[in-house]
């Protein structure tokens, strides 16, 4: 459940399966994105997980972060036991925010891709 991005064109995965060899783009070894979980500075990137009953929501972050052409959330993720179990992809103007329906709701997470400032849980 890695997430790779190029540094050269910005090129960003997310893995279904992993089996480990290297990912190239543009002639070079794409980076692991490393997972974030303290907010510096004025935005906020950490996702905010609230439950109720079988429904999750996911608001990206503290702070509402902004959904520009040039700054936006890419993914949501949510996670149970460290396996990704949904995840949402998202575009400039919509709102950093998901919703997922999950028969148990024991060990969640979420994690969440900025195309700016990488990968983040909580
Ligand atoms: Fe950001």
């Known amino acids: 459940m890695n997430v790779f991005k190029c540094e050269v064109c910005g090129n960003t995965?997310?893995?279904?399966?992993?089996?480990?060899?290297?990912?190239?783009?543009?002639?070079?070894?794409?980076?692991?994105?490393?997972?974030?979980?303290?907010?510096?500075?004025?935005?906020?990137?950490?996702?905010?997980?609230?439950?109720?009953?079988n429904k999750v929501n996911v608001k990206v972050g503290s702070v509402e972060h902004p959904m520009e052409d040039e700054h936006y959330i890419q993914l949501i993720q949510l996670v149970q036991n460290d396996k990704v179990i949904?995840?949402?992809?998202?575009?400039?103007?919509?709102?950093?925010?998901?919703?997922?329906?999950?028969?148990?709701?024991?060990?969640?997470k979420a994690r969440e891709v900025c195309n700016v400032h990488g990968y983040w849980s909580n």
């Open 13 to 53: 995965i997310s893995f279904v399966d992993n089996k480990g060899p290297k990912i190239v783009c543009c002639d070079k070894e794409m980076e692991e994105l490393p997972i974030k979980t303290e907010d510096e500075g004025q935005e906020k990137h950490v996702p905010v997980l609230s439950v109720e009953g």
């Open 86 to 108: 949904f995840e949402k992809r998202l575009s400039p103007g919509e709102k950093p925010e998901a919703e997922f329906l999950v028969e148990n709701t024991e060990n969640l």
